[in-house]
């Protein structure tokens, strides 16, 4: 028994020990780390605080009195071994005034963030390029004002760097950007920016309303893991280089508000995750090509206000994920496919979904936090609208199947005949129609001739059977001229039709008699 007792002591010593060990290594239990702030960092925060306006006292937590702990301040991050503050996030926090250079001297900070305030014009202060772990750097929405510093060249750690959206940025050139060498993503929206150099980029890239002017680069073979490029709203001219192609995994490209010219480039083909283009607002030429149904993922699509002609491409019915599709103010004509009943995504309820996961499918807290990074395009769901083309015939009764289809605009085409009927399409307001040559609700009431009427009655069959005159036609033609290649090489090539008619008059009548007698043998 003594022994037994000896050894649950020891045991019991040993268990002690290690909670005891436990408690020493990673604070008082499972609670929070016994780790103040640094004094000195503590004091850089206080002199930071003394240079801003805080009227709606978001930095009431910052307070003066030693005890208190920096790292517990709103808005403040700290290492937990080492009690460095490693994070500045004063996001959204109505603030004015200036930057203190006091935060030099918290020489670990990771992330700062100090977005969406108000400096009054100020500049972006340059010796931000000192804070040599800065991974994170958000100044968007922040009123600075003046020259972008070249020293933001040197933060070669910086992973993702916000500069958009603020009164009056610009810079004289770009060479300093080429030197973040881990960067992944940039914002430079409504930045007064130089033509665009070569920026190591990995994810995303938005150059979106600037000043840029010029050709488009075709060098995007370099960025295989772009997923989305937004230069919409520039001066941008010349053709859509056909790099484009090498962009396997690009889901989003925005081009709109351009000058660029030519034809929508193949190459956009190899492109298969595409789920949102925009080309619209452009001057680009020719016809929507038949490739076009072959990018399966495409929810968007935008060729509004060009110069494309020809007709709609049946093969746009397989784009079975297609929401928003917007081809207005061109030159298009002939019918409307009848198999675009088959774009079911169209009438979804849950459309708009759809491409909001895809625009914040990016799984960083950078793109959550910074929608303009992500979308410049604010989508209106549902929407068809196909106006001020040269669309001819009539409307597809098919399209009154779309039940849930809530924007339809056909106005300004050649159209005319009967409104199918059906209760979205008489939903519909009346614009969405007009400049064509049609009736029945929301427009007037058909007049009711007997052979307009018997004629509207008959379309569908009357289209079924142009589409087999065309079918018979082709037939008869092929037959025709083989028949007449036949006749033509009998009539000029005299070995041939020796040996024609030496093939019918010789060998197949001594076989069939051959066999007429062999026959007649055995009865």
Not at 126 to 143: G, I, P
Not at 241 to 249: A, K, Q, T, V
Not at 345 to 361: H, V, W
Not at 417 to 432: K, N, R, Y
Request: charged letters at 15%; a negative charge.
């Amino acid at each position: 028994m003594a022994a037994i007792s000896v050894s649950m002591t020891i045991h019991v010593t040993t268990i002690i020990m290690f909670f005891m060990f436990v408690e020493n290594v990673f604070g008082n239990g499972v609670g929070e780390s016994s780790i103040l702030c640094h004094e000195a960092e503590k004091q850089a925060l206080l002199s930071f605080k003394k240079d801003l306006v805080d009227d709606y006292n978001k930095l009431v937590s910052w307070n003066i009195s030693e005890e208190e702990d920096c790292c517990k301040w709103a808005g403040i991050s700290c290492n937990a071994h080492t009690g460095h503050v490693s994070e500045l996030s004063l996001r959204d926090g109505s603030l004015t005034g200036k930057i203190n250079p006091s935060l030099l001297n918290l020489t670990h900070l990771a992330n700062l963030d100090l977005s969406l305030n108000n400096f009054g014009g100020i500049q972006i202060p340059s010796f931000v390029d000192s804070f040599v772990s800065l991974r994170y750097l958000n100044l968007t929405y922040a009123e600075f004002k003046g020259m972008i510093p070249q020293q933001l060249g040197n933060l070669s750690s910086l992973l993702y760097l916000g500069l958009g959206h603020n009164l009056d940025l610009y810079v004289d050139n770009l060479h300093w950007v080429s030197s973040l060498s881990s960067l992944e993503s940039l914002d430079l929206s409504y930045v007064n920016l130089s033509p665009i150099p070569s920026i190591p980029i990995s994810d995303m890239l938005d150059l979106s309303n600037n000043y840029l002017s010029g050709n488009i680069p075709d060098c995007w073979k370099y960025w295989p893991k772009l997923i989305m490029i937004d230069l919409d709203n520039n001066n941008l001219n010349g053709i859509i280089p056909s790099s484009i192609g090498f962009l396997r995994n690009l889901h989003s490209l925005h081009l709109r508000n351009n000058s660029l010219v030519g034809k929508i480039p193949k190459a956009l083909k190899n492109c298969s995750a595409l789920i949102g283009l925009d080309l619209g607002l452009n001057k680009l030429v020719g016809t929507i090509p038949r490739w076009i149904g072959s990018l399966p993922s495409l929810g968007l699509l935008i060729l509004r206000s060009n110069n494309l002609t020809g007709l709609i491409p049946i093969e746009m019915c397989k784009l079975l994920k297609l929401q928003i599709l917007d081809a207005s103010n061109n030159n298009l004509m002939g019918r409307i496919p009848r198999c675009f009943k088959n774009l079911m995504s169209m009438t979804s309820k849950s459309a708009d979904q759809y491409l909001t996961s895809f625009y914040f499918s990016v799984d960083t807290q950078e793109a959550r936090e910074n929608v303009n990074l992500i979308s410049r395009v604010c989508f209106r769901p549902l929407k068809e609208p196909i106006v001020r083309n040269h669309l001819s015939g009539r409307i597809p009764t098919s399209l009154s199947s779309l039940s849930f289809l809530s924007h339809l605009n056909l106005s300004y085409n050649n159209l005319s005949g009967q409104i199918p009927i059906g209760t979205q399409l008489q939903s519909m307001d009346a614009s969405s129609f007009i400049g064509n040559k049609l009736c029945g609700p929301p427009l007037k009431k058909c007049i009711e001739d007997p052979i307009t009427t018997h004629s509207d009655a008959s379309n569908e069959d009357g289209e079924r059977e142009d589409d087999e005159y065309w079918f018979r036609l082709g037939i008869g033609m092929g037959f025709g001229v083989s028949f007449l290649g036949v006749i033509v090489l009998l009539v000029v090539c005299g070995f041939w039709r020796r040996d024609y008619f030496w093939f019918f008059e010789e060998y197949l009548w001594n076989k069939f008699m051959d066999h007429f007698i062999k026959i007649k043998y055995i009865f």
